[in-house]
Nanobody, 115 residues
Framework: QVQLVESGGGLVQPGGSLRLSCAAS????????MGWYRQAPGKQRELVAA???????NYADSVKGRFTISRDNAKKTVYLQMSSLKPEDTAVYYC?????????WGQGTQVTVSS
């Protein structure tokens, strides 16, 4: 079992930055692939960024060059650094841990980009 707790969301103006954190507990963090997803009102949840247990990253086209995912296995934490934020980035952001058929979700953190 893995428990995930996100933090760092909030209200930010267009062009601003935020860093989301996801703290994990309960299992061996380093063996899990980690991801950030988001869900805007009326839309399906979508993958934003992911990082494998080996550190390989991939990003949605909409955030490439603006968002950076990273992980600190010693702290059991995954981060999402978001910059040049746009109103269309407004959503609830969820942390995900995955290994084989196992998948775990955090409770989500709201990010609102508005002037």
């Amino acid at each position: 079992q893995v428990q995930l707790v996100e933090s760092g969301g909030g209200l930010v103006q267009p062009g601003g930055s935020l860093r989301l954190s996801c703290a994990a507990s309960g299992s061996i963090f380093s063996i899990y692939a980690m991801g950030w997803y988001r869900q805007a009102p009326g839309k399906q949840r979508e993958l934003v960024a992911a990082i494998s247990s080996g550190g390989i990253t991939n990003y949605a086209d909409s955030v490439k060059g603006r968002f950076t995912i990273s992980r600190d296995n010693a702290k059991k934490t995954v981060y999402l650094q978001m910059s040049s934020l746009k109103p269309e980035d407004t959503a609830v952001y969820y942390c995900n841990a995955r290994r084989g058929i196992q998948t775990f979700w955090g409770q989500g953190t709201q990010v609102t980009v508005s002037s």
